[in-house]
Structure formats: structure tokens, C-alpha cells
Nanobody, 122 residues
Framework: QLQASGGGLVQAGGSLRLSCADS????????TGWFRQAPGKEREFVAA????????YYSDSVKGRFTISRDNAKNTVYLQMNSLKPEDTAVYYC?????????????????WGQGTLVTVSS
């Protein structure tokens, strides 16, 4: 079960940290990713991190502002979001990917958590 949390309302330029708690899993995974979906838009890739945290991936729109990390002892993945912009407003979802491959595609992820809403005011 994946549980995303940490969303909220923040002013432009502010920061938020999202958490994705992974509980009850009995199988290994390749990576955990964050996606977001704004109203009227498709769900898009934001960031991903492999299980051992060796590799991280970011969309161009968040690179340099967002940082993904993981604490395997706590089975939790974090998304630190800095310098937030109104266009970052969306529901953010975390997901896990069992196999390697296209880490940017939402279709490659096997399990999804519920979303957490991030609203950035101008």
C-alpha cells in the first residue's frame, strides 16, 4: 500500500515536502516515481528514484527545483519541492515500478497510491 502525504497550499516561491510511505509490500521493486495531474491535463512524470537510490530522474520542468530521495529503513520516498510555481499546482501521486525499463512512462508503473493535492498561489 502506498500512502502519499504532505500536500497543501503554499505561495509561489515556497517549499513543500511530499512523502510516499510504502507498507505491506513483500516483493522487491525497481523504482519509485512521482507523477502529477493538473485539472484537465494528463498525468505526467515528475521524478523517480531507483531502489538503492543510485539513480534519480527528473522532468525538465522540475529539474533543479525538486529533489527525490528515499529512506529504505522507513520504506519512504520523499519529494522536496522548492521554488514552487503556480504551474506546479496538481494532484501528486507516487507509484512503484517492479521491473526496469522506461522510467518516465506512467504505464510502466504497477502500483499507485492515492494523490495528495499541491496548490501554489501566485
Amino acid at each position: 500500500q502506498l500512502q502519499a502525504s504532505g500536500g497543501g497550499l503554499v505561495q509561489a516561491g515556497g517549499s513543500l515536502r511530499l512523502s510516499c510511505a510504502d507498507s505491506g509490500r513483500t516483493f522487491s521493486i525497481y523504482a519509485t516515481g512521482w507523477f502529477r495531474q493538473a485539472p484537465g491535463k494528463e498525468r505526467e512524470f515528475v521524478a523517480a528514484i531507483t531502489w538503492y537510490g543510485i539513480s534519480t530522474y527528473y522532468s525538465d520542468s522540475v529539474k533543479g527545483r525538486f529533489t527525490i530521495s528515499r529512506d529504505n529503513a522507513k520504506n519512504t520516498v520523499y519529494l522536496q519541492m522548492n521554488s514552487l510555481k503556480p504551474e506546479d499546482t496538481a494532484v501528486y501521486y507516487c507509484a512503484i515500478k517492479i521491473l526496469d525499463g522506461n522510467i518516465w512512462s506512467r504505464d510502466a508503473y504497477n502500483y499507485w497510491g492515492q494523490g495528495t493535492l499541491v496548490t501554489v498561489s501566485s
